[in-house]
């Protein structure tokens, strides 16, 4: 079966520090990945997306980035964090169909 | 441009009454439509979808409805159980992606 892994499950870092998130997906090959954050009472933003290895669409400007070094392996990055990335960051993947399956996320509060 | 809408931020119902969520949406081109529900500092699960090209989908206590010439679905709880209790999301899907509305916060009355 598949599983999806986040890391860390929480992160508290001062503005103008530096971001890595990272995701991995188990059990199935080639899937698409996403990037989503919800902010405080807000709905779900989609942030990135990937459809394969090295292929990252933007959905949002901002001071975060994307890569995707591996096949199930997804990053969110950033080189100075704003107080408004604070959130809860969530990765997903889809392997066929429309349905997208969430990982656990991450809550990143900057102070 | 929001393209899903879900008007009401906050549901209260009585359990073992039906629960009805809805949702609106604005781009005809979306194909699919899912809902998910949220609870707290965890990921969305999903719970049930429906094809543009249903008008009703039907798992267990779920159902979900969908008006195309009104660009509106609904999903209907029935029994509603305090399990249930949760923030829920309606998606559309289009492009290799999902546009979410912003969730109904759904609160079960014991």
């Known amino acids: 079966s598949q599983t999806i892994h986040q890391w860390p499950a929480t992160l508290v870092q001062p503005v103008g520090s530096p971001l890595s998130l990272e995701c991995t997906v188990e059990?199935?090959?080639?899937?698409?990945l996403y990037w989503y954050r919800q902010a405080a009472g807000r709905g779900l933003q989609l942030l990135f997306y990937?459809?394969?290895?090295?292929?990252i669409s933007s959905e949002v400007p901002q001071n975060l980035s994307a890569s995707r070094p591996q096949d199930r392996q997804f990053i969110l990055s950033s080189k100075k964090l704003l107080l408004s990335d604070s959130g809860f960051y969530l990765c997903?993947?889809?392997?066929?169909?429309?349905?997208?399956?969430f990982g656990p996320g991450t809550r990143l509060t900057v102070t | 441009d929001q393209q899903v809408k879900q008007n009401s931020p906050s549901l209260s119902v009585q359990e073992g009454r039906i629960s009805i969520l809805n949702c609106d949406y604005t781009?005809?081109?979306?194909?699919?439509f899912l809902w998910y529900k949220k609870y707290p500092a965890e990921g969305p699960t999903f719970l049930i979808s429906?094809?543009?090209?249903?008008d009703k989908n039907e798992d267990g206590r779920f159902t979900v409805f969908l008006n195309k010439s009104a660009k509106h679905l609904s999903l209907h709880i029935v029994p509603s159980q305090p399990g249930d209790s949760a923030v829920y999301f309606c998606?559309?899907?289009?492009?290799?992606?999902?546009?979410f509305g912003t969730g109904t916060r759904l609160t079960i009355i014991p």
């Open positions: 429906i094809s543009s090209i249903k």
């Open positions: 059990g199935t090959s080639n899937p698409n």
């Open positions: 998606a559309a899907s289009g492009n290799e992606k999902l546009t």
């Open positions: 781009n005809s081109m979306f194909d699919y």
């Open positions: 997903a993947w889809r392997a066929s169909g429309s349905v997208q399956y």
């Open positions: 990937s459809v394969g290895i090295g292929q």
